[in-house]
């Protein structure tokens, strides 16, 4: 034998396989299956803090991709020269007015939670996404795992057959942007992609194979593709292995992704839009048990008529929130359930020649309601014109931090990189305490 | 033909003007701004200095489009959904009433200055008796919703030289013709390539026609827009223009720039029907004139500023222009 | 001796290094020089020019490992190598014939590097490099053009001038035509797929990291571009015309010709050309688009000067050291300039010297990219396993050990139809013309399968829809069944037989004992349905992970 063969065979480990799979075969006979989380799956295991894992709590994040205009959302300006054409509305909580095309969430107002100080100093759509995704910018030689990954990591179930992390992004433009990374939280907590409809291609057994003789195969999979992950212990090669190991529970969940399973009458109260049947698509499945669903929504981007996209685009998501919120809260879902809408940035003040307005990151809005939040919250302030943070400015790390307190995690939890520890947010980085309930 | 369009004269302001009326035999213009304000300025003076109407009662936002109701008194519209009647002279509010549920985007006076017509995203169009400010019609016909689900705009209004037929064009290229006496649609026009829907990049539209003129002889109707662009996060297709014979629902010519992009926002034939001039732009500024005989572009100038309005002189040799942080004046020429 | 400029980048590279340990962000620049750092380089410490590539490469990457104190992993086992190059030099895994010999890695190489497969292969990662792997007449264009052993420099010169004025350049505009709508796109692609650098974050704003990048540079790179329109299917270029931008003050400039920020270029005074001048010049236009004619060249042409400035003096060195930090990552997973996009001055290699040296010799040599290619799979560096025992891996900038790669879509498709084939089918004793023609036919059927696979890029993570699409398609099922293997196998007399000719068809080497084990174990269990049970073996074996990767 060479020697390198030898660093594949690891006697004591490969009989514990070889045993788990001759169990398996035998009880193949007598009828039974057998889960896949036997032993083969101490090699996933890493060392979680059982108690720091609250069950049931799911989170859904709105990714307004391309920067939403805070002036025509959350922030508007009344009179000012930077204010556009739109008039304010004044909401269900006193003295505190959104724009008029926001009518819904204008009487929602109460339950929502809102930042409008955000100053994230990042105007380029990429990076900008990145840190909004993640509460900081990867670097060189450090990767970190995105809101996705962590929310999937704390709280998808053991044995669940849902996805921990789904992804919705049918539009093409900034889809890259969206890269989420598992980093060292590990390949399984890597999203599953829908970007072309609303359910995985390729989810039901063909009529040739048995259940049987599918998951023995699987298992055979399983075995060998850890037999090579021993000694080649890379992110890309573990996902390799994840990315099969997910199937079977996939495959269980079908109907899942089969949005007519929910009733017309629900269908028709989010609306016909592809955003509006991929939000319900995302409540849906935090229903069952999938902790965390990014709906993308793009592309948001307004360099000339600003005015016109926001008129056409921002009733659309009043409307999404508003039936989300009352959808989870009918459901009783809404204590159990965070949900965010922002993107990777806001939109200038001022206006170009060709009414728009461009990117924007120094005073900024994101909204948020359910799970662990202040109601009625209104956070930070703006100048008269929308140009700077007049109080309490807000980075993404602060945000990113919220999102996950309110949720019930610790951001100061460290994980390990390798030998490295970790915490979910840089030091020094807090929640805002104003925000949470 | 053998002209060239100079720009001279520019105002730079801060705000951004929509819409514009001149006095008659002068070079007093009076716009609409983003300010919420009407302005004046007096075009003859070297350094114009600006008057604004002031009123507690006023706009409240965007006022997007200026008619005269008679001389000496303006009619504006506005993103607030009023119209309100103005004094030129004391620059003082006469009336104001609530026109439209939703932001108006045109308003217009018919040719024998009785009527007043606002057009609004509420896809309604209103008639209005000038003096009085009393509803005389209300033209519904422009679908509320786009084939995509989204909330449609009603972009423009023009009456025909006679008066006795009015045009209306919205976001998603339809153009409606009705009859002023009978209040009914007379006929439909479309011209779809004016509204660009994305399905697959960035799930939203862009464009609309924004303008629409009449020719001379009322027999044709210019339709004005932009064309198919790929990226709609900006203005970046060719300005585009149409003309249709109405009566007979004939697509006559379909004009593309050349080098410059965007929204013609304005149109206006010549008097005697020798051009037809289109104004607009997308981060800059542009004026286009064709050449009626061939329906083709005789001159096509990126100017400085995008022109939202413009209005002629007397002898169709002056352009008088409101846009983007700007008031102006261009000159039309025999080369 | 090391010199200032060298101690820095050892220090830059130690607080990369020892960063983890104080969290320090890795972008923290040492020295606050400002001068790029290939300026002033001293590469005394590498052996002469006159020694091999391969020489260089392990002189240089051993110094480091050396500073550093970690000793590189093992030399891969030859089944290994063998794959490894045969996938790298020409896309696909060895057929069982080529698997049985097992020469020296240099006489694999060698001839690997001189088949047609060869050629074929880099025109491919050439399309994916400048076009997104895009099918139609660039690709087409870009196989002649490799055919003929093509410079890249004359390549980008080609590609640029967008002039298929002969059935040899026939689609060669594709890269210009395809962005010419929009000017920001075609500018920034240029600069990332020729020059390795990303000019757009200087569109809006001064740039965040490099001192000198401001709205000036982005915008004069854009100049040379902004002139060139499409015309009926061509690419045109007027002969006048300025463009302006606003600097985040407000201010209007109009920029001047600057390649990467770079001194201004002089240009012959411009003039407006008058009304009449333009209206003539738009009928020629409508003219030549309704003769469906290629537009001439205009008499004056900035792009033909981006051209110009991108060859000459030391601007060539961002071609060169683009090409061969692409041609370095391909093979290690990563480039010797990370990210790939960001070649500017003020981001240090990993190993400043060698890149400087790999981009000089490619350039004395006339971009031959055979010989740098040769050169680094000739390292001991390219040669080392993929097995890494001890705790952590290293820091992957020091190549101490290969990176599992996963195959692109293509190879991956060609592998499994080599795989799942009849080994007879390849035999030993084919002519090569033969040879040739049946590994060609085999290149296109896996090009089919491609279009299932996610091209990996970044720290790539496989997504589950590929697992789907093995574990429940027919597609997948039909590959496995039915791509001759299984009926090959089913004529072996004993299971032993049939595994190990599975392991060495589709994994290119024998099963080890518990391997043979485990398989025997489930084909005997399955005697009644032998045909399903050794379709489930192959499908077993093409979808591993050991498949899936060029480990």
């Known amino acids: 034998m060479n020697p390198e063969s030898t660093q594949f065979c690891r006697p004591n480990e490969h009989d514990i396989s070889r045993r788990a799979f001759l169990a398996h075969s035998l009880a193949v006979g007598s009828g039974t299956l057998i889960g896949t989380s036997g032993a083969v799956h101490a090699l996933d295991e890493d060392g979680l803090n059982a108690a720091l894992r609250h ?55 109460h339950k929502m939670t809102v930042i409008r100080s955000l100053d994230t100093k990042d105007g380029g759509h990429g990076t900008a996404a990145e840190t909004m995704l993640r509460g900081r910018k990867n670097e060189a ?297 | 033909m053998n002209l060239k369009i100079t720009e001279q004269k520019r105002v730079s302001r801060p705000d951004i003007a929509f819409c514009l009326i001149r006095e008659e035999g002068t070079r007093r213009v009076f716009f609409g701004s983003s300010d919420a304000k009407i302005h004046t300025l007096d075009l003859t003076d070297e350094k114009p200095e600006d008057g604004a109407f002031e009123s507690d009662q006023g706009h409240q936002s965007y006022i997007t489009g200026l008619a005269m109701a008679r001389p000496g008194v303006l009619v504006s519209g506005s993103y607030d959904r009023q119209l309100a009647w103005w004094d030129c002279k004391k620059r003082s509010l006469i009336r104001k009433l609530p026109a439209h549920e939703k932001w108006i985007r045109k308003v217009v006076s018919s040719p024998n200055g009785k009527l007043i017509a606002s057009v609004a995203d509420d896809m309604v169009c209103r008639l209005w008796n000038s003096t009085t400010g009393e509803l005389h019609a209300e033209l519904s016909g422009h679908a509320p919703i786009t084939p995509h689900d989204f909330p449609s705009m009603l972009y423009t209004c023009a009456f025909s030289p006679d008066g006795q037929v009015l045009a209306t064009a919205d976001k998603t290229g339809q153009i409606v013709i009705w009859d002023i006496a009978s209040k009914k649609q007379i006929t439909t026009l479309e011209a779809p390539i004016m509204y660009t829907w994305d399905p697959r990049a960035r799930r939203h539209s862009i464009g609309g026609i924004r303008s629409l003129a009449f020719s001379p002889d009322g027999k044709s109707l210019a339709v004005g827009g932009m064309g198919k662009v790929g990226n709609i996060d900006h203005l970046g297709g060719q300005a585009r223009i149409e003309v249709f014979n109405w009566e007979k629902q004939e697509s006559i010519a379909a004009i593309e720039t050349g080098s410059v992009k965007g929204l013609i926002q304005c149109l206006a034939f010549h008097p005697d029907g020798n051009w037809l001039l289109g104004c607009g732009g997308d981060g800059k500024g542009c004026a286009v004139l064709i050449d009626p005989a061939k329906w083709e572009i005789a001159v096509e100038l990126q100017t400085q500023y995008h022109i939202h309005d413009f209005l002629l002189n007397e002898s169709s040799d002056e352009i008088f222009a409101a846009g983007h942080q700007s008031i102006g004046t261009l000159g039309i020429e025999a080369v | 001796m090391m010199n200032d400029t060298c101690f820095q980048s050892l220090i830059s590279r130690l607080v990369v290094l020892l960063s983890p340990l104080f969290l320090v962000p890795s972008s923290f620049c040492v020295g606050g020089e400002s001068a790029p750092w290939w300026i002033g380089l001293d590469d005394s410490s590498l052996p002469g020019r006159e020694e091999a590539v391969e020489v260089v490469i392990d002189h240089a990457l ?135 650098v990303n000019v757009s974050c200087a569109q809006c704003h001064n740039h965040p990291y490099v001192k000198d990048w401001t709205q000036d540079t982005y915008y004069g790179m854009k100049s040379f571009f902004s002139r060139t329109f499409e015309n009926g299917g061509f690419v045109a270029e007027r002969e006048y015309g300025l463009i302006s931008y606003k600097t985040t003050e407000g201010e209007e400039r109009k920029p001047e010709l600057r390649f990467l920020g770079g001194p201004a270029l002089t240009e012959p005074e411009h003039r407006e050309p008058t009304d009449e001048e333009k209206k003539l010049e738009k009928a020629m236009f409508e003219d030549l688009k309704k003769k469906k004619e290629l537009p001439p060249a205009p008499n004056y042409g900035r792009r033909a000067r981006v051209i110009e400035a991108g060859l000459s003096g030391e601007n060539d060195d961002y071609l060169a050291r683009s090409l061969v930090n692409q041609v370095w990552n391909r093979f290690f997973e990563r480039g010797l300039v990370m990210p790939l996009d960001q070649m500017h001055g003020e981001n240090l290699p990993s190993h400043p010297v060698l890149l400087q040296w790999l981009a000089r010799d490619l350039v004395e040599h006339d971009y031959d990219l055979r010989r740098l290619i040769r050169g680094i799979v000739l390292s001991q560096a390219y040669q080392r396993s993929s097995s890494w025992e001890s705790s952590e891996r290293p820091d992957p900038e020091l190549f101490a050990v290969m990176t599992p790669r996963p195959l692109n879509p293509r190879q991956y498709g060609i592998s499994i ?96 004992q518990d391997e043979i084990d485990l398989f025997s174990q489930y084909l005997s269990a399955r005697t009644g349905q032998t045909k399903e049970a050794l379709g489930q073996m192959v499908w077993t074996l093409i979808t591993s992970s050991e498949m899936r990767f060029n480990h």
């Open chain 1, 55 to 109: 069950s049931g709590k799911s989170v859904i994040l709105l990714w307004l991709a391309g920067g939403s205009s805070q002036l025509e959302t959350w922030d508007p300006k009344p009179g000012r020269l930077t204010g556009g054409p739109f008039l304010t509305i004044p909401t269900s909580v006193p003295g505190v007015h959104i724009s008029e095309l926001m009518p819904k969430m204008a009487k929602r107002m």
């Open chain 1, 141 to 437: 030689a450090q990767l970190y795992p995105d809101l996705g990954s962590i929310i999937a990591k704390e709280f998808e179930r053991r044995d669940s057959k849902v996805p921990g992390y789904v992804s919705f992004y049918s539009q093409t433009e900034g889809r890259r942007n969206t890269g989420a990374t598992p980093a060292f939280l590990g390949a399984r907590y890597a999203p599953m992609i829908l970007n072309d409809g609303m359910k995985p291609a390729n989810i039901s057994r063909l009529e040739s194979i048995t259940e049987v003789d599918h998951r023995d195969r699987a298992e055979l999979h399983k075995l060998l593709s850890a037999r090579f992950a021993r000694s080649r212990d890379t992110e890309t090669v573990k996902s390799h292995a994840s990315a099969y190991a997910k199937v079977h529970g996939l495959m269980s969940s079908e109907s899942l992704f089969d949005i007519t399973q929910e009733p017309k009458w629900v269908r028709d109260q989010y609306g016909p839009g592809q955003f509006a049947q991929q939000t319900l698509m995302a409540r849906r499945m935090v229903e069952s048990g999938v902790p965390f669903v990014r709906v993308g929504r793009a592309w948001w981007d307004s360099h000339g008529q600003n005015f016109e996209t926001h008129a056409e685009m921002v009733p659309e998501l009043d409307h999404v929130m508003a039936t989300l919120m009352d959808d989870l809260e009918q459901r009783g879902m809404l204590d159990s359930t965070l949900v965010c809408a922002f993107g990777e940035f806001g939109r200038t003040p001022k206006i170009n020649a060709s009414l728009g307005r461009d990117h924007f990151a120094s005073a900024w809005s994101a909204a948020m309601f359910g799970c662990g939040l202040q109601p009625g919250a209104v956070y930070g302030k703006t100048d008269e014109d929308g140009m700077t943070v007049a109080e309490n400015p807000v980075g993404p790390g602060e945000l990113f931090a919220t999102i996950l307190k309110a949720v019930g995690l610790e951001p100061e939890k460290e994980y390990y990189s390798g030998s490295r520890p970790i915490p979910l947010v840089n030091p020094g980085i807090h929640p805002i305490p104003d925000l949470l309930s």
């Open chain 3, 62 to 196: 051993a110094q480091k490992l050396t500073d550093v104190g970690i000793a590189p992993a093992e030399p891969a086992s030859p089944e290994t190598l063998l794959r490894r190059l045969t996938l790298d030099l020409v896309g696909r895994i060895p057929t069982l014939a080529e698997s049985g010999e097992m020469p020296p890695a240099v006489e694999t190489a060698d001839r690997l590097l001189g088949e047609p497969g060869y050629e074929r292969f880099l025109a491919e990662e050439l399309n994916w490099l400048l076009l997104d792997g895009k099918n139609g007449d660039f690709r087409k264009f870009l196989q002649r053009a490799v055919a003929q052993e093509m410079r890249w420099d004359e390549i980008f010169t080609e590609v640029v001038t967008a002039r298929p004025d002969s059935e040899f350049r026939k689609g060669v505009d594709q890269f210009v035509r395809e962005r010419v709508q929009d000017q920001d796109k075609l500018t920034n692609d240029v600069s990332v797929r020729f020059f390795g």
């Open chain 3, 417 to 512: 139809k080599i795989g799942a084939a009849n080994p007879d089918y390849f035999p030993a004793n084919l002519t090569p013309e033969e040879w040739e023609k049946r590994i060609e036919q085999t290149e296109r059927n896996g090009e089919g399968m491609a279009r299932w696979f996610q091209r990996p890029g970044g720290t790539f993570h496989f997504s589950v829809d590929e697992a789907l699409y093995f574990s429940n398609s027919d597609d997948a099922r039909n590959q496995a069944l039915n791509g001759g293997l299984v009926s090959h196998l089913e004529g072996l007399k004993t299971v032993p037989e049939q595994i190990e000719s599975a392991y060495r068809s589709v994994l290119s080497r024998h099963p080890e």
